[in-house]
């Protein structure tokens, strides 16, 4: 599973715009807590968002610091995943209708913020 960060944490009017990093950490530990379906779990940061979190790996979920647009790093991250080539599914979480249809053109699937937030 690819994480939109920016797309999900913007989904719910929580104040998040004033601490991006922060929100970002929020949504970091609470990914870090859920128990989903995923082998991996990538949570795609950009921006002051970046601050929030190190780039890395912490178990199932690894932390990717977009050096500009961040939909572009998640295209980027399908992308690489579908070179591996090992059959298992990618699933993007964001609203973004452009970006949905971009990482559907190179072979994920998306569902919304919603659906993730439902089971944080």
Do not use: F
């Given at each position: 599973?690819?994480?939109?960060?920016?797309?999900?944490?913007?989904?719910?009017?929580?104040?998040?715009?004033?601490d991006r990093a922060g929100a970002a950490r929020r949504l970091h530990e609470q990914l870090l807590a859920a128990?989903?379906?995923?082998?991996?779990?990538?949570?795609?940061?950009?921006?002051?968002?970046?601050?929030?979190?190190?780039?890395?790996?912490?178990?199932?979920?690894?932390?990717?610091?977009?050096?500009?647009?961040?939909?572009?790093?998640?295209?980027?991250?399908?992308?690489?995943?579908?070179?591996?080539?090992?059959?298992?599914?990618?699933?993007?979480?964001?609203?973004?209708?452009?970006?949905?249809?971009?990482?559907?053109?190179?072979?994920?699937?998306?569902?919304?913020?919603?659906?993730?937030?439902?089971?944080?």
């Open positions: 599973m690819i994480v939109d960060s920016a797309n999900v944490v913007g989904s719910r009017p929580d104040g998040w715009w004033r128990v989903l379906p995923y082998d991996e779990v990538v949570l795609i940061l950009e921006g002051a968002a970046r601050r929030g979190i190190p780039a890395g790996q912490d178990g199932r979920l690894r932390t990717v610091h977009a050096p500009g647009s961040g939909d572009d790093a998640i295209v980027q991250a399908v992308m690489a995943q579908v070179d591996v080539g090992d059959g298992r599914g990618i699933t993007v979480v964001t609203a973004d209708r452009v970006l949905r249809d971009r990482v559907s053109a190179v072979g994920a699937r998306s569902v919304s913020p919603s659906s993730l937030l439902d089971q944080l």
